[in-house]
């Protein structure tokens, strides 16, 4: 008989496993509360982010003074009612032939 098979070793190693996980597990908490803040991926570059933002904006609102989004909303809406739903033309019928395909020989 294996002598690992038997009841209480498989016992005895389920609480091993089990106490050696727990180990990792403190050990991660520790070291995570330990490692102090850590930095906010957004905030990371921001300013920079910021001023090109701000940056095309501004280029933006100089190429197109006039322009405001919710315009082109009723222009788009304005086209879509005024056009009419139609069919997609069937697709022509493949040409028939006498000619029975050829066998694999």
Same mark, same amino acid.
């Given at each position: 008989?294996?002598e690992?098979?038997?009841?209480f070793a $498989?016992? $005895?190693?389920?609480w091993?496993? @089990?106490?050696?996980f727990a180990?990792f597990?403190?050990a991660?908490l520790?070291?995570?509360l @330990? !490692? ?6 957004? !905030?990371?570059?921001d300013e $920079?982010? @910021?001023g090109?933002r ?6 933006q609102?100089?190429l &197109?003074? *006039? &322009?405001?989004?919710?315009?082109? &909303? ?6 879509l @009612?005024?056009?009419?739903? !139609?069919?997609a ?9 006498d000619?029975?395909p050829?066998? *694999?020989?």
């Open positions: 008989m294996n690992q098979a038997t009841p $498989r016992f $005895r190693y389920f091993w496993t @089990l106490g050696i180990v597990g403190i991660a520790i070291f995570n @330990l !490692s102090g803040p850590t930095a906010d991926i957004n !905030s990371y570059d $920079r982010r @910021l090109v701000q940056d095309v904006d501004n280029e609102a100089k &197109f003074p *006039d &322009f405001k989004p919710e315009d082109t &909303f009723a222009i788009v809406g304005k086209e @009612l005024e056009s009419k739903p !139609s069919p033309p069937a697709p022509e019928a493949a040409p028939e032939t000619a029975a050829a066998a *694999d020989q």
